[in-house]
């Protein structure tokens, strides 16, 4: 089609091109230029699967929306659950269709579609769990899931108490200076201090220090160049020169940050003292490499997704206050009068659960999935050609009103103990599904919950002048407001009992 469009005739006759007297081997180079911008698109034409029409170089990219996973949500609407598009140059199948996202998570994931998308430039990270392919991905996985089992967690859980109570100290000061708060800014460092700890047994301390630039390097680690990435998305060619040339996605001073300071820690205490790099080392079969790749991103992924989490929590309570009120009873009524939090017991609260749930719906920490097909398979009489991209737009799922009736509204009683049961498990994938979801998932919830159930023993979340409705991020990992999410603080009873205020 691009070829017929623009041919090196159709440019000769017009005479505008001809005012320009330019010279046969200019105009066959811009033809050629323009060629290489559209001759990747019509894929999907062929396939019979429909989506907007590309522009060149740029493709459908923010077609609809410039917050890219706000463009699957109008996608969707205008294409139904599968349809094509294109990341500038790059053909991507969107697929939202639960019995297809079963296939390609789990049923045919070690046949087809084992690896997730990999965009080469990932610097030192480039052998952490989350980027590694096919035999060494196994490898890595299976050696560091041992220590994400519920077993470890409960092992943790008093090193992670440790942070909750001086993450409620830290707040008190504010509360009885009636401040308003930015919450990201004690929800992060608590979540840092206790990825550190559990990793590194090293207490930051940076909830204390937030100027500290472990909390500046961590928050700097996912903030992708948008320059590099549509430099390589328009010409992938040039990606091997870049990797030679030392591009990366990932901060090169952020993870050689992190690289220098596991070295001190592991001098310091002549490599005897790091919970999860001691996991690590015992094990066989992982390079010294390797285990800082797996530390870095269990640190810096878990710090970041982990206080994003928390801060939508808390800003749907406080914007929701009877939910927030149901919540407090059931915290009063499973640790009566501020009494310590227990790991079995903040494992069955069931509407703490839900909330956590819901707004993981509402805000999953990376919106969209990907994984890359090995071989041409068809899914449900739909043709994936090789090398295909499969993009998985966790978001406009989780928004898909025929899935989730009232989908803008936040409503805990979704994910109830009777509603469960009614739910496809491949219509809510904050976490992923199949061999390749993420492992932290369960000690993720852990640090979340934790967090929530001594903070709400001691305050509840209110909206104030200064708080703004959300409004999301267009970046290229994960979900983060635009402006920081501002709440008030009020302290509640010294018994915890009533939960009045929350009114």
């Not at 070829?3 to 180079?29: G, Y």
């Not at 308003?180 to 909830?207: N, Q, R, T, W």
């Not at 041409?376 to 739909?382: A, C, E, R, S």
Request: hydrophobic share 40%; net charge positive; charged share 20%.
């Amino acid at each position: 089609m691009a070829a017929r469009f623009f041919s090196s005739q159709f440019f000769l006759s017009c005479q505008w091109w001809q005012k320009f007297s330019l010279s046969p081997q200019t105009t066959t180079e811009g033809f050629y230029i323009l060629l290489y911008g559209y001759w990747t698109y019509g894929v999907f034409e062929k396939l019979g699967i429909p989506g907007p029409k590309p522009v060149m170089y740029w493709g459908t990219v923010a077609r609809y929306n410039k917050v890219h996973y706000l463009d699957d949500i109008e996608c969707a609407q205008k294409y139904g659950r599968v349809w094509g598009m294109y990341e500038l140059r790059r053909p991507m199948l969107a697929v939202m269709d639960p019995d297809m996202l079963k296939q390609i998570l789990v049923k045919e994931c070690f046949t087809y579609f084992t690896n997730r998308r990999n965009l080469r430039l990932n610097g030192d990270l480039y052998d952490a769990v989350s980027t590694a392919e096919d035999h060494q991905w196994r490898r890595i996985r299976n050696i560091i899931s041992p220590f994400f089992t519920s077993g470890h967690i409960k092992e943790l859980f008093s090193i992670m108490k440790h942070h909750s109570h001086k993450l409620v100290l830290c707040l008190q000061s504010k509360v009885h200076n009636d401040e308003v708060i930015d919450i990201k800014d004690f929800f992060g460092p608590y979540s840092l201090d206790v990825m550190a700890s559990c990793a590194l047994s090293v207490d930051m301390d940076s909830i204390n220090n937030p100027s500290s630039p472990f909390i500046t390097h961590a928050t700097n680690l996912f903030r992708f160049s948008k320059l590099l990435f549509a430099f390589q998305g328009c010409f992938p060619i040039f990606l091997p020169v870049l990797d030679l040339l030392g591009f990366s996605f990932f901060s090169k001073s952020s993870t050689a940050f992190f690289k220098s300071l596991l070295s001190k820690i592991q001098a310091q205490r002549k490599g005897s003292a790091c919970q999860f790099v001691i996991s690590l080392s015992v094990a066989t079969g992982l390079t010294d490499h390797e285990i800082i790749s797996q530390a870095t991103m269990f640190v810096f992924a878990g710090f970041e997704t982990s206080a994003t989490t928390l801060v939508f929590v808390a800003y749907n309570l406080a914007r929701n206050p009877d939910v927030m009120k149901r919540l407090l009873k059931e915290i009063d009524a499973t640790f009566p009068n501020k009494a310590p939090v227990q790991y079995e017991a903040l494992m069955k609260m069931e509407y703490l659960d839900s909330v956590v749930t819901e707004c993981l719906r509402l805000y999953p920490p990376i919106p969209r999935l990907e994984r890359l097909a090995k071989e041409t398979v068809q899914i449900n009489g739909i043709t994936i050609p090789k090398d295909m991209t499969v993009m998985i737009p966790v978001y406009a799922l989780h928004r898909d009103p025929e899935l989730w009736p009232e989908p803008e509204v936040f409503k805990p009683d979704r994910f109830s103990k009777e509603n469960k049961p009614h739910i496809n498990p491949y219509t809510y994938l904050p976490f992923g599904a199949g061999p390749r979801n993420c492992l932290g998932t369960r000690f993720a919830l852990v640090v979340v919950k934790l967090a929530l159930v001594e903070v709400l023993q001691n305050f509840t979340f209110s909206v104030c002048e200064e708080t703004e409705v959300c409004k999301l991020l267009s970046i290229i990992t994960i979900i983060r407001p635009i402006r920081p999410i501002k709440l008030r603080l009020v302290a509640r009873s010294t018994t915890s009992g009533n939960v009045d205020k929350c009114d």
